[in-house]
């Protein structure tokens, strides 16, 4: 059974920074690409980070220079350090991977940047 299990959300004043975690288990996660979600308010879900099996790393327009994506493929365990946020980067922040076609999410951690 596939399980993602991110935490680390919380509240952060504009400017300053968190780090999200994600767990993985029920996969063979050295061989996964990892990816980072977030869902605003009234917004569709948008592809934030994505680290491949190989450890090369991708990220949106809006979020980069600021976050980074990194995994620890002994601890089965894919983090997103988010630094200088800004109020737009409050949403909801999913682990998201896939395995034999099939796309599993973490129930998601909520960020909240306030001015």
């Known amino acids: 059974q596939v399980q993602l299990v991110e935490s680390g959300g919380g509240l952060v004043q504009a400017g300053g920074s968190l780090t999200l975690s994600c767990v993985a288990s029920?996969?063979?996660?050295?061989?996964?690409?990892m990816r980072w979600y977030r869902q605003a308010p009234g917004k569709q879900r948008e592809l934030v980070a994505t680290?491949?099996?190989?450890?090369?790393?991708s990220y949106a327009d809006s979020v980069k220079g600021r976050f980074s994506i990194s995994r620890d493929n002994r601890k089965n365990v894919v983090t997103l350090e988010m630094n200088t946020l800004k109020l737009e980067d409050t949403a909801d922040y999913y682990c998201?991977?896939?395995?034999?076609?099939?796309?599993?999410w973490g129930q998601g951690t909520q960020v909240t940047v306030s001015s």
């Open positions: 998201n991977t896939d395995q034999r076609g099939k796309d599993y």
């Open positions: 680290i491949t099996y190989g450890g090369f790393t």
């Open positions: 029920g996969i063979v996660f050295s061989a996964r690409d």
